[in-house]
């Protein structure tokens, strides 16, 4: 970890019980651990079990260690389907002796494992004669949605079911940054750690990556200062950053919404390229996300008098990272594959 965001980690996040030891952390709820114990449980009537991870460049690493690794997205049929197959070749032998299998998915809180089990029964109604009512795994933005251990059917002949198990955290932490990126991933409520520290970390790891200078050569023509001319039309709602279930979102919803982050990349790029200390120096980096806090509620339009202004920057900027507004991430350093034995 660089100096400057390590300072930032510790003096922001020291005193919220994230034991640097390993030991146990007070946040760890009751219901993991007995869905811990349910798991554990189930996993020796499981015949394969499906771990889902937000793993994106991890996967040459798996690949590496001769473990079994698919990119999917729970949006994409193809992907879904590629997942599928490896699952029936995986089962072949045992379809072969057993009328009955059982598929365990498995995965940290809020990883897209309901939104995963949802599209494989979309695709199954098309390819298996799935018998009676076709029952939905719950999916929300928030972890710990699921609470209990639910099964599925997804196939007929042989009949095969999902589990869709809670997230689950281990019960300890090794250090006080892996805290902060479950919690920046979302793994973790938010009112574990407080929105605003979780964004103060955000803010550091892009500003010591230098992320938002690459921003402006993703975003030139409208960084140059295009405007649409929906942007003095759309009245600003709190709820256009929220998935709308009810319906599609109009056009205008849409270059509204992509305004606003060419606004709030803007104002990054800029107070990071003009800025003249060092961002491995622990107080110029927390100077620098000061201001940035200050242009970011300009750019998100938050009222400037708003009481709790500093709190609405930190849920509208956590919701463009986590929705990928922000672009793609990853906060792990990924081994060198060629180091692996």
């Not at 045992?94 to 990883?111: A, F, K, Q, Y």
Request: net charge positive.
């Amino acid at each position: 970890m660089r100096s400057g965001l390590k300072g930032i980690v510790k003096k922001g996040i020291g005193e919220m019980g994230f034991n640097a030891g390993g030991g146990a952390i007070n946040w760890f709820p009751g219901h993991m651990a007995a869905a811990t114990r349910a798991i554990r449980n189930r996993l020796k009537l499981a015949d394969l079990v499906i771990e889902v991870r937000d793993s994106r460049k991890w996967i040459r690493y798996f690949d590496s260690r001769k473990q079994d690794c698919i990119p999917i997205s729970a949006h994409s049929k193809s992907s879904v389907q590629k997942l599928l197959e490896v699952v029936e070749f995986k089962l072949k032998e045992v379809i072969s002796r057993e009328p009955t299998l059982l598929v365990m998915v498995v995965g940290v809180p809020n990883v897209g494992k309901s939104a995963l089990i949802n599209s494989i029964h979309q695709i199954a109604l098309s390819r298996f004669a799935v018998q009676g009512k076709k029952k939905r795994a719950t999916v929300g933005p928030l972890p710990g949605v699921t609470q209990d251990i639910a099964g599925y059917k997804i196939a007929h002949k042989p009949s095969i079911y999902m589990l869709d198990t809670p997230g689950v955290l281990v019960p300890s932490i090794p250090d006080i940054e892996t805290g902060l990126k479950l919690s920046l991933a979302g793994s973790v409520k938010d009112s574990v750690v407080g929105e605003e520290r979780i964004a103060r970390y955000l803010l550091a790891v892009l500003n010591t990556r230098g992320t938002p200078l690459h921003w402006k050569h993703w975003n030139n023509r409208k960084m140059d200062g295009i405007r649409y001319e929906s942007e003095e039309k759309h009245k600003y709602d709190p709820k256009d950053l929220r998935p709308n279930r009810r319906k599609s979102p109009s056009v205008s919803d849409v270059v509204y919404v992509e305004n606003l982050v060419t606004e709030v990349q803007c104002a990054m790029y800029k107070t990071l390229a003009e800025f003249n200390g060092n961002v491995e120096d622990e107080n110029d980096l927390e100077n620098l996300i000061e201001q940035q806090f200050e242009v970011l509620q300009k750019a998100l339009k938050i009222p400037h008098k708003a009481s709790e202004a500093r709190l609405m920057v930190s849920k509208k900027f956590l919701t463009l990272f986590r929705t990928g507004k922000l672009g793609c991430f990853i906060l792990d350093d990924v081994p060198e594959t060629n180091t692996v034995s």
